[in-house]
Nanobody, 121 residues
Framework: QVQLVESGGGLVQAGGSLRLSCAAS????????MGWYRQAPGKQRELVAV???????DYADSVKGRFTISRDNAKNTVYLQMSSLKPEDTAVYYC???????????????WGQGTQVTVSS
């Protein structure tokens, strides 16, 4: 089994910063990508940022220049540094990992439980 445990959400004023962390644990053979998604009330879940093991990253246009994704591969942990936060960034943020549990299995999507980020105006 694989678990993704997120931390770092909370309430912040517009213009402020938050750092989210997500640690993957359990049966992990290799990780293809780790990233962050978010879902605001009444909206679909959307990609925020992804970090691939080949070294590439992608960001949603709405967060480019404000958010930075990084990984500590030794700790199977991904971070999301969020700066210049806006009220429209308010959402539940979910960690995602695409990984193989062992050398015989294919890649599987795993999700964290979500952490609330609220940005007040």
């Amino acid at each position: 089994q694989v678990q993704l445990v997120e931390s770092g959400g909370g309430l912040v004023q517009a213009g402020g910063s938050l750092r989210l962390s997500c640690a993957a644990s359990g049966s992990i053979f290799s990780i293809n990508a780790m990233g962050w998604y978010r879902q605001a009330p009444g909206k679909q879940r959307e990609l925020v940022a992804v970090s691939r093991s080949i070294g590439s990253t992608d960001y949603a246009d709405s967060v480019k220049g404000r958010f930075t994704i990084s990984r500590d591969n030794a700790k199977n942990t991904v971070y999301l540094q969020m700066s210049s936060l806006k009220p429209e960034d308010t959402a539940v943020y979910y960690c995602n990992a695409v990984l193989r549990s062992d050398r015989y299995s294919g890649y599987t999507n795993y999700w964290g439980q979500g952490t609330q980020v609220t940005v007040s105006s």
